[in-house]
DNA sequence: TTTTGTATAGTCAACGTTGAATATTATTTG
DNA sequence: CAAATAATATTCAACGTTGACTATACAAAA
């Protein structure tokens, strides 16, 4: 995922490891995607072994220097190759974590158990809140593609599934608190 | 995560390594956790160095032996501080490798996106049947207690989300080819 | 003008995951 | 009963991720 990205990228113009890493901050991918920058150099280091990936000119300024990479021809085949793999694999990603800690939570106290609940309510609440916001900012400039569209909401739908789980499962075990 | 899991296998009794992946298998939570056999024996070498779990006994059949390991008090507070940590941290999930397909759409023909979506919609509808049949079954053992009710609940909802998210693309894709 | 802070640009060791490989025992099939 | 197949039990090298660290350049404040 994080090769697509940077052969997906530098398929638009040549850029540095640092601009990738930018780019990915301004358009939220870093919500979803979550690539660091650490993932991005060892990335290109290592498709500029395998040559899907060069570097097009070192630009210095004063005594430090950054690379600029640009995508090869065999880079483009294998970012086509990507595209389709990473539409035809299961994408589908659940809670884990939070599955994982569901299934043992017997084992702490009623009360922590919530209150861990509450920090991560609350995280999530205020990413859905600053994505929804961002969002307007971007409406104003022209209506988005259909599928940048669809996408969206699908990162809503993803927000809005979570949250609600969440709330249910708080409810829960206050409920079997009160029972006892 | 792997390492919660590790701990609260092992604190319903001592158990190899080679048990625990069959018992993640059974419960279905490879369809969910998708822990390795790798990485279970390295979460327990780990553990191991760092007195959280010990082994208890190694079981001799013929020349192949097991290890039993056993969890210690100390991994006991572990685990706890792991439970908390699993439900405190954000564990929203986004289907990263499709959004990042999504991303770079135009590059491949229209026909051969629909193709390779149409691979992840059998794939996934698949998956939801078999679970959903996996469940029935357990359903006939008396009913479940509600937390993993709501659980199970919310992987259908995830599943349901995903493959209509996947059916919107399509369409988009081929009223798009359509316009041209 | 020096200091403080922040943006730029990247490196690297430690860590966990992956999947192929290994080796032994148990079971099925011809 | 021999051969092939599956189940048991684990190892390990290759790979990618993480986050802390380094180091330079630029801007702002004191």
Redesign the pocket.
Known sequence: ??RLMVLGLLRNGPM????MH?MLQMLQSDKWA?I????I???LK?MEQEKFVEIASVEQ????S??IYRITPSGEQEMKKLITESLSISSIAFPAPLYTGISFLAWIPADEAVAALDQQIAKITKDYEEMKYGEEQKQQEGDLPAIVRLSFDNMYDHYELHLSFLQKLKSEIVRKREED
Do not use: D, E, F
Not at 61 to 64: A, E, H, M, V
């Open positions: 995922m994080t540095s490891g640092y601009q930018q979550g660091l920058p650490g993932s150099y060892h990335a290592k300024t004063g005594n430090r950054k690379a």
